[in-house]
């Protein structure tokens, strides 16, 4: 891991390949670890950048009212201090809503948009009485015993009842390093954000990529986010959740290096 201070935070990184820059946002309960067959699978055509949100992994807690705008800051930040010019942005879940905070800031930096699991803000693609639940659950839940958490959010959650042991079991050591505090204005943030006017402004190629079992960000959600975005693909990856990129990484590495060497011819 590489580390780099953003407008006073500490920001975690793993950076390997070359060609063209792709930089991976992962989601809640998740740090650069959860990008692990991206990372080894994509270097050999890209140069990829895996950060640790701030609030995760090896990364600073940000301040307690940090929200998107705050974290898309950061980004932009981070990407112009590593001087990645005109990187694919792949954004998972939390990742995917911070990807379209960055566009709408800077519509100019991002060479595509990869959204997995993705969401135009909580606010932005689901129910209010359901943004509000999931605020009421998940921020006291925090304060739970780790293994407590991780039984919780695992599976069914992040990962469908269908994933193997060793993904279940690996995303479980990434979920119990999780920063209860950092994790906080991340919950927040995804609750408050409606992203939902940026999505018909979007002008570069964008990929949407759901698994057929996520009980998160459902299908429909990502039905509804390639009807607004001009430009979309929709792929649906059968037999996987949330992580789809963990669960059916073959198969998410197929459709995104597809969709990223069309764009780039």
């Known amino acids: 891991?590489?580390?780099?201070?953003?407008?006073?935070?500490?920001?975690?990184?793993?950076?390997?390949?070359?060609?063209?820059?792709?930089?991976?946002?992962?989601?809640?309960?998740?740090?650069?670890?959860?990008?692990?067959?991206?990372?080894?699978?994509?270097?050999?055509e890209f140069e990829v950048v895996a950060w640790d949100t701030p609030g995760c992994g090896q990364s600073s807690d940000p301040p307690e009212g940090f929200r998107m705008p705050d974290y898309a800051r950061s980004l932009r930040g981070f990407i112009?201090?590593?001087?990645?010019?005109?990187?694919?942005?792949?954004?998972?879940?939390?990742?995917?809503?911070?990807a379209l905070e960055l566009y709408r800031q800077s519509p100019l930096l991002p060479r595509t948009l990869v959204l997995a699991a993705a969401y135009a803000?909580?606010?932005?693609?689901?129910?209010?009485?359901?943004?509000?639940?999931?605020?009421?659950?998940?921020?006291?839940?925090?304060?739970?015993?780790?293994?407590?958490?991780?039984?919780k959010y695992n599976s069914p959650g992040l990962l469908s009842a269908l994933a193997p042991e060793s993904v279940l079991a690996e995303n479980a050591r990434i979920m119990s390093d999780f920063h209860p505090s950092g994790m906080k204005p991340m919950v927040r943030a995804l609750a408050e954000a409606d992203l939902r006017d940026v999505l018909r402004l979007i002008a570069v190629p964008t990929l949407l990529l759901y698994g057929d079992k996520d009980v998160r960000s459902p299908i429909s959600v990502g039905q509804a986010?390639?009807?607004?975005?001009?430009?979309?693909?929709?792929?649906?990856?059968?037999?996987?959740?949330?992580?789809?990129?963990?669960e059916a990484p073959e198969r998410f590495n197929a459709e995104v290096r597809t969709f990223l060497r069309g764009a780039r011819s």
């Open 80 to 98: 112009d201090a590593l001087g990645l010019e005109r990187p694919h942005v792949l954004g998972l879940s939390f990742g995917s809503t911070l």
């Open 1 to 44: 891991m590489e580390h780099i201070e953003i407008e006073g935070l500490r920001i975690a990184y793993e950076r390997g390949g070359q060609g063209q820059a792709l930089v991976l946002l992962h989601g809640f309960f998740g740090d650069t670890r959860v990008w692990r067959p991206q990372l080894e699978g994509f270097s050999d």
């Open 225 to 246: 986010l390639h009807a607004q975005i001009p430009r979309s693909e929709l792929v649906v990856i059968p037999g996987a959740g949330h992580l789809s990129n963990l």
């Open 121 to 151: 803000g909580w606010s932005g693609s689901l129910p209010a009485n359901v943004v509000e639940e999931r605020l009421r659950q998940t921020i006291p839940d925090l304060e739970l015993p780790v293994e407590q958490v991780v039984a």
